[in-house]
């Protein structure tokens, strides 16, 4: 395992030190020993957080009922009828927030469904199911696993990641 680790490790630093890095402009920049320091003091931290991307949960108190199933935000169906103080990691990416939220809707369909603030996402997987007193809401989100998978490389297409990277829009410091 410490072996396939250096691996990588070896194979993201060439690629960071061969790769063009990019302005705004796309005018090429030097790769200096601070971008190819910072590239790897961020390394693991982001890995780290594209990792705790690729699920999104959530844990809700409050009166009522609701089960639901969904494929993308654009396949959907379920019952719900609650009102809910949630806690977790949200549509939205947000780490970790509180909110109210309260649903009323029964039905299947195709097509955008918008609940919360954000709708939800576009590469999910998902489910929930609240009974009684106390809900829950789990999703997983497909384009994060491939972000995460890339992001070993350094590929970072979700442009999360801090510092710079082998392919994204964000400039050295």
């Not at 999703?139 to 590929?155: F, K, N, P, T």
Request: glycine fraction near 10%; charged fraction near 20%.
């Amino acid at each position: 395992m410490k072996r396939l680790n250096l691996t990588l490790l070896t194979i993201a630093l060439a690629a960071a030190l061969i790769a063009p890095v990019a302005q705004a402009d796309d005018e090429p920049l030097a790769i200096s020993l601070h971008s190819v320091g910072s590239a790897l003091l961020n390394y693991v931290p982001n890995r780290a957080n594209d990792v705790m991307d690729i699920v999104h949960a959530s844990i809700g108190f409050g009166l009522g009922y609701a089960a639901s199933v969904r494929a993308t935000d654009q396949i959907h169906m379920g019952v719900a009828d609650f009102d809910s103080l949630r806690f977790g990691w949200n549509e939205c990416g947000v780490l970790p927030k509180v909110w109210d939220e309260s649903l009323e809707a029964a039905g299947a369909g195709l097509g955008p469904f918008q609940c919360g603030d954000c709708g939800y996402d576009p590469a999910a997987l998902g489910v929930g199911l609240h009974i009684g007193v106390i809900g829950a809401d789990a999703e997983v989100d497909a384009y994060e696993v491939v972000d995460a998978v890339l992001g070993l490389l350094m590929i970072d297409i979700s442009e999360d990641d801090e510092g710079p990277t082998v392919a994204s829009r964000h400039e050295p410091f």
